[in-house]
């Protein structure tokens, strides 16, 4: 309510509803005064002329005490109300940390999550504010955003902050804060499990949420691989814990558009505290997806990274070719389980590189090479000399002389009678590229891989792939092909928020339920399922996982911050308070100095 | 034993007192009033022209020797005043306690009592309501006299009008009554009570005793439900600055009203608040009024 420009409210206005109560009380005391103190006199014989002679004095007249009293008690109702002004609402942030390490279950005695932990905190930070406040919901995963979108009243908010669910992401909690700094607000309030370096200042309030037991262990799953050629799913198992575990390996073949397949039985693994275990199974090829998961009987107090996807997309793999042939040409639509597609060599740019990389593609680079080194698995056949990436010698005719058997490009190939007409022996300034076939006239052809990177390199003409006609050359480019697109994850995964093939219109996950958003990428790990593909989507960070290392939190101090503090709340009560007291020692002096008089 | 305010100075200055009256009363005894009894007496009361018979041993030659003519000296017999003193016993005569209203009642009447004890009159005292003494004289009665009042409980309630007439009926030898209440009642009631006694042919006088809390009474209270001493009735009452104003005038317009009626009667009237002085009370207001002299 509004008096003399000033907006005053209640803190707890339950109490005026005793006013009426005590007003009505007054009046009956008031009103039953005298007639209750009954007095003998020694004669009513004159007083009763007052009687007779003002019949007018039966109507209620309350004296001057009674509205003394009223106000009296008025102050005191008012001060146990909470009287209190408030000049201009304030602006209060709350941020709650979202990401996967909040999904940790406590080891308090509700067995709530932090997030569930922080929402409760943060609801009854936002009932003890005053009722004029404005209060804005931030949530940190994926990214740092308003869900509230603006500042909204109290109760508003509260129900925002229901709707903040775990983000399958990782925090950057300190740049977002820091940089959430210089807005305007009069408090800041986060929620996170971060340790913090500095104690909280007057108007930014960190709360933990993580207990300092070190005995918070966790195991998570850090990575999944399959290797075509040798039906081997490889998990990576991360104990996060200073106790080794016993844990169960478990394989689940998912997928809609095969046969049943019968799931492996689980595999019981011990894991060395704080050790990474790459665990390897031999898995039926025929399956299209699978899901591994993790238990264990000690303490995993994050069960959102215990499992991990894995599909291999049922759509053939797609090939960029960047040629002046036609593909055709090139004999390669003759290849099954291959989607290729032309790039004219003379319009190959970074768009283009970047496309294939989106699109999870590998790349035939025909008698060319790029500038530089792209992201995406490729084969360049018979660069031209003088490129840039690898560096050949003049063409010359060798024989193979020697090739790494185990390797497999070279699966399933005997290669010593093989020839080359036209062979530019290759060398390579890329260390971690090594050679797979010799000749007595040079390497001819090389392949490596650096953080899943595959690179393929001949110094032949590999192409056209004739088939059956030249068998050892057919196999080889399968071979390459094969080798060039199992070891891409993005053919097994893809992670939670990343970009998805523009050619995806329509995703549903495994309850068939439609996916919206796709242009954010997928916000869950699970198995998705698309035209004619089907998308595993994980999300690895041991950052989220490891919670035995603490994360420290170091935000910078809010320069200039237009405070209102809450004493502007107290400051009515205590004046009241004061009054109240006033008026009661006034009373007293009052009637001492009375009584005296009349001795006197 | 008589209460603490008869100091010896005070009992020393009552000795110098007598009781007045307008008239002359047969007495039983010779006392120190002048009877309607003519006769040998020492007083010498007035002259009568000499007629033939008279006793020439009573001409006064000193008259005859200044005037050439015979007057004889007229002697009146002097005897005792028979005194009633008529006490209101009643419960506004103990409403408030602490206000001693009947203490100053009573103390008056000792005080009068004295005086006659010591002037060699004879008192009787009517408790109104409680007793009717026999008739007191000598100086060593008055003890009697203070033991009965002092150990007297009043406050009850009686029928005034036959008390007044049980009282009267005592009455051997009209003399002095003195009658002494607050008279805070109805006028046409003090009126009867007046002339039940002036029946009696006595020489009233008439002493009121009030006190504080009938000046202004309950103080203390605005809201209060006033309760009658005497009749139990009850008045739920406001008493505001204005009201107590309206009180007094009622007052003192029934006081003025008791004062016409005393004097239309011929009767003395004297008024006291029970925390005034009674020896200045007794010593000046009585005898101003002529009760005393």
Same mark, same amino acid.
């Given at each position: 309510?509004?008096?003399?420009?000033?907006?005053?409210?209640?803190?707890?206005?339950?109490?005026?509803?005793?006013?009426?109560?005590?007003? %009505?009380?007054?009046?009956?005391?008031?009103?039953?005064?005298?007639?209750?103190?009954?007095?003998? #006199?020694?004669?009513?014989?004159?007083?009763?002329?007052?009687?007779?002679?003002?019949?007018?004095?039966?109507?209620?007249?309350?004296?001057?005490?009674?509205?003394?009293?009223?106000?009296?008690?008025?102050?005191?109702?008012?001060?146990?109300?909470?009287?209190?002004?408030?000049?201009?609402?304030?602006?209060?942030?709350? #941020?709650?940390?979202?990401?996967?390490?909040?999904?940790?279950?406590?080891?308090?005695?509700?067995?709530?999550?932090?997030?569930?932990?922080?929402?409760?905190?943060?609801?009854?930070?936002?009932?003890?504010?005053?009722?004029?406040?404005?209060?804005?919901?931030?949530?940190?995963?994926?990214?740092?955003?308003?869900?509230?979108?603006?500042?909204?009243?109290?109760?508003?908010?509260?129900?925002?902050?229901?709707?903040?669910?775990?983000?399958?992401?990782?925090?950057?909690?300190?740049?977002? =804060?820091?940089?959430?700094?210089?807005?305007?607000?009069?408090?800041?309030?986060?929620?996170?499990?971060?340790?913090?370096?500095?104690?909280?200042?007057?108007? @930014?309030?960190? #709360?933990?949420?993580?207990?300092?037991?070190?005995?918070?262990?966790?195991?998570?799953?850090?990575?999944?691989?399959? &290797?075509?050629?040798?039906?081997?799913?490889?998990?990576?198992?991360?104990?996060?814990?200073?106790?080794?575990?016993?844990?169960?390996?478990?394989?689940?073949?998912?997928?809609?558009?095969?046969?049943?397949?019968?799931?492996? @039985?689980?595999?019981?693994?011990?894991?060395?505290?704080?050790?990474?275990?790459?665990?390897?199974?031999?898995?039926?090829?025929?399956?299209?997806?699978?899901?591994?998961?993790?238990?264990?009987?000690?303490?995993?107090?994050?069960?959102?990274?215990?499992?991990?996807?894995?599909?291999?997309?049922?759509?053939?793999?797609?090939?960029?070719?960047?040629?002046?042939?036609?593909?055709?040409?090139?004999?390669?639509?003759?290849?099954?389980?291959?989607?290729?597609?032309?790039?004219?060599?003379?319009?190959?740019?970074?768009?283009?590189?970047?496309?294939?990389?989106?699109?999870?593609?590998?790349?035939?680079?025909?008698?060319?090479?790029?500038?530089?080194?792209?992201?995406?698995?490729?084969?360049?056949?018979?660069?031209?000399?003088?490129?840039?990436?690898?560096?050949?010698?003049?063409?010359?005719?060798?024989?193979?002389? %020697?090739?790494?058997?185990?390797?497999?490009?070279?699966?399933?190939?005997?290669?010593?009678?093989?020839?080359?007409?036209?062979?530019?022996?290759?060398?390579?300034?890329?260390?971690?590229?090594?050679? =797979?076939?010799?000749?007595?006239? %040079?390497?001819?052809?090389?392949?490596?891989?650096?953080?899943?990177?595959?690179?393929?390199?001949?110094?032949?003409?590999?192409?056209?792939?004739? %088939?059956?006609?030249?068998?050892?050359?057919?196999?080889?480019?399968?071979?390459?092909?094969?080798?060039?697109?199992?070891?891409?994850?993005?053919?097994?995964?893809?992670?939670?928020?990343?970009?998805? &093939?523009?050619?995806?219109?329509?995703?549903? &996950?495994?309850?068939?339920?439609?996916?919206?958003?796709?242009?954010?990428?997928?916000?869950?790990?699970?198995?998705?399922?698309?035209?004619?593909?089907?998308?595993? #989507?994980?999300?690895?960070?041991?950052?989220?996982?490891?919670?035995?290392?603490?994360?420290?939190?170091?935000?910078?101090?809010?320069?200039?911050?237009?405070?209102?503090?809450?004493?502007?709340?107290?400051?009515?009560?205590? @004046?009241?308070?004061?009054?109240?007291?006033?008026?009661?020692?006034? &009373?007293?002096?009052?009637?001492?100095?009375?009584?005296?008089?009349?001795?006197? | 034993?008589?209460?603490?305010?008869?100091?010896?100075?005070?009992?020393?200055?009552?000795?110098?007192?007598?009781?007045?009256?307008?008239?002359?009363?047969?007495?039983?005894?010779?006392?120190?009033?002048?009877?309607?009894?003519?006769?040998?007496?020492?007083?010498?009361?007035?002259? !009568?022209?000499?007629?033939?018979?008279?006793?020439?041993?009573?001409?006064?030659?000193?008259?005859?020797? !200044?005037?050439?003519?015979?007057?004889?000296?007229?002697?009146?017999?002097?005897?005792?005043?028979?005194?009633?003193?008529?006490?209101?016993?009643?419960?506004?005569?103990?409403?408030?306690?602490?206000?001693?209203?009947?203490?100053?009642?009573?103390?008056?009447?000792?005080?009068?009592?004295?005086?006659?004890?010591?002037?060699?009159?004879?008192?009787?005292?009517?408790?109104?309501?409680?007793?009717?003494?026999?008739?007191?004289?000598?100086? !060593?009665?008055?003890?009697?006299?203070?033991?009965?009042?002092?150990?007297?409980?009043?406050?009850?309630?009686?029928?005034?009008?036959?008390?007044?007439?049980?009282?009267?009926?005592?009455?051997?030898?009209?003399?002095?009554?003195?009658?002494?209440?607050?008279?805070?009642?109805?006028?046409?009631?003090?009126?009867?009570?007046?002339?039940?006694?002036?029946?009696?042919?006595?020489?009233?006088?008439?002493?009121?005793?009030?006190?504080?809390?009938?000046?202004?009474?309950?103080?203390?209270?605005?809201?209060?439900?006033?309760?009658?001493?005497?009749?139990?009735?009850?008045?739920?009452?406001?008493?505001?600055?204005?009201?107590?104003?309206?009180?007094?005038?009622?007052?003192?317009?029934?006081?003025?009203?008791?004062?016409?009626?005393?004097?239309?009667?011929?009767?003395?009237?004297?008024?006291?608040?029970?925390?005034?002085?009674?020896?200045?009370?007794?010593?000046?207001?009585?005898?101003?009024?002529?009760?005393?002299?």
């Amino acid at each position: 309510m509004n008096f003399f420009r000033e907006q005053f409210s209640l803190g707890s206005p339950a109490f005026l509803l005793s006013l009426p109560c005590i007003i %009505g009380f007054l009046i009956y005391v008031y009103l039953k005064k005298g007639q209750s103190a009954q007095k003998v #006199v020694a004669s009513l014989f004159l007083l009763k002329i007052l009687k007779t002679k003002n019949p007018a004095k039966q109507k209620i007249n309350l004296p001057r005490r009674f509205y003394f009293e009223l106000f009296f008690f008025t102050l005191l109702v008012l001060a146990l109300s909470g009287l209190y002004i408030t000049r201009a609402s304030e602006k209060i942030i709350f #941020v709650i940390d979202n990401s996967l390490s909040m999904s940790t279950i406590s080891n308090q005695v509700e067995r709530l999550s932090l997030l569930q932990q922080a929402q409760t905190q943060a609801s009854v930070a936002i009932n003890s504010l005053p009722a004029q406040s404005q209060i804005e919901i931030y949530q940190t995963s994926p990214s740092l955003s308003s869900i509230s979108q603006g500042f909204v009243s109290a109760s508003n908010a509260l129900d925002t902050l229901k709707e903040i669910k775990i983000a399958y992401a990782e925090d950057k909690l300190e740049a977002q =804060i820091n940089k959430l700094i210089n807005s305007e607000f009069n408090q800041l309030y986060i929620y996170s499990d971060y340790q913090k370096e500095k104690e909280s200042s007057e108007n @930014m309030h960190y #709360v933990r949420l993580a207990s300092d037991d070190l005995s918070q262990s966790n195991i998570s799953i850090s990575d999944i691989y399959f &290797d075509n050629s040798s039906n081997q799913l490889q998990v990576t198992i991360n104990n996060f814990s200073s106790n080794a575990n016993q844990i169960q390996l478990s394989i689940e073949y998912l997928g809609t558009n095969q046969e049943k397949l019968s799931n492996p @039985m689980p595999v019981s693994l011990e894991i060395a505290p704080q050790e990474q275990l790459k665990k390897n199974l031999l898995v039926d090829p025929r399956f299209q997806s699978l899901k591994a998961s993790i238990s264990s009987l000690s303490s995993n107090l994050l069960p959102l990274d215990d499992q991990a996807f894995l599909s291999k997309s049922a759509h053939s793999k797609k090939v960029f070719v960047i040629t002046q042939n036609q593909i055709s040409d090139l004999g390669l639509n003759r290849l099954p389980n291959f989607n290729f597609e032309q790039i004219l060599a003379s319009n190959y740019n970074d768009d283009y590189a970047k496309q294939i990389e989106q699109k999870h593609a590998i790349a035939i680079f025909d008698n060319l090479a790029p500038k530089t080194l792209p992201k995406f698995n490729a084969l360049y056949i018979n660069p031209p000399q003088q490129n840039p990436l690898f560096s050949t010698q003049a063409i010359v005719s060798a024989q193979v002389s %020697g090739w790494q058997d185990a390797h497999p490009i070279t699966s399933y190939l005997n290669l010593s009678s093989l020839n080359f007409n036209q062979l530019a022996p290759l060398k390579s300034e890329i260390s971690w590229l090594s050679s =797979i076939i010799e000749t007595t006239k %040079g390497v001819a052809l090389i392949a490596g891989e650096n953080a899943k990177l595959r690179v393929v390199v001949t110094g032949f003409d590999l192409l056209p792939y004739l %088939g059956k006609e030249s068998k050892t050359l057919s196999i080889l480019t399968l071979n390459i092909l094969k080798w060039l697109s199992s070891a891409s994850l993005e053919n097994a995964y893809i992670s939670v928020y990343s970009s998805l &093939d523009p050619s995806i219109n329509k995703l549903v &996950d495994s309850s068939a339920k439609e996916i919206s958003f796709l242009k954010n990428g997928i916000a869950l790990p699970g198995i998705y399922k698309a035209e004619n593909q089907e998308i595993a #989507v994980n999300f690895f960070s041991e950052r989220e996982s490891n919670l035995t290392k603490k994360k420290t939190l170091n935000l910078n101090q809010k320069s200039t911050i237009s405070n209102i503090s809450n004493k502007a709340k107290n400051n009515l009560q205590n @004046m009241l308070l004061a009054l109240v007291l006033l008026l009661i020692c006034g &009373d007293l002096l009052w009637s001492l100095w009375r009584t005296e008089r009349r001795q006197g | 034993m008589l209460p603490e305010t008869f100091t010896p100075k005070f009992l020393r200055n009552l000795e110098l007192l007598r009781i007045h009256t307008r008239k002359v009363f047969m007495g039983m005894r010779q006392g120190g009033h002048a009877s309607i009894k003519r006769g040998q007496g020492i007083e010498f009361s007035d002259y !009568r022209q000499y007629q033939l018979g008279d006793n020439p041993r009573y001409i006064d030659w000193g008259l005859y020797g !200044r005037s050439d003519k015979l007057y004889v000296k007229r002697f009146s017999e002097e005897q005792d005043l028979s005194v009633l003193i008529i006490l209101d016993t009643s419960a506004s005569m103990t409403t408030p306690i602490s206000d001693l209203k009947w203490e100053m009642a009573r103390d008056i009447a000792l005080s009068l009592a004295y005086i006659a004890f010591m002037d060699r009159d004879s008192v009787s005292v009517s408790a109104l309501g409680y007793f009717n003494s026999p008739r007191y004289s000598g100086a !060593r009665a008055i003890h009697h006299l203070s033991q009965e009042l002092m150990q007297l409980k009043v406050g009850g309630t009686y029928d005034l009008t036959k008390e007044i007439q049980l009282a009267c009926a005592k009455v051997k030898f009209p003399g002095k009554a003195i009658y002494i209440s607050d008279f805070l009642m109805p006028l046409d009631q003090i009126r009867s009570t007046l002339n039940i006694l002036r029946a009696k042919n006595l020489d009233l006088s008439a002493i009121q005793v009030l006190s504080p809390s009938d000046i202004n009474p309950l103080p203390d209270f605005e809201y209060v439900s006033a309760i009658d001493s005497e009749t139990a009735e009850s008045m739920p009452l406001r008493l505001t600055a204005k009201d107590r104003e309206e009180y007094q005038i009622a007052l003192n317009d029934h006081n003025h009203a008791l004062e016409d009626i005393f004097a239309s009667s011929q009767i003395s009237f004297a008024k006291i608040v029970s925390n005034e002085d009674l020896s200045d009370f007794t010593l000046n207001n009585l005898t101003k009024i002529g009760l005393l002299r």
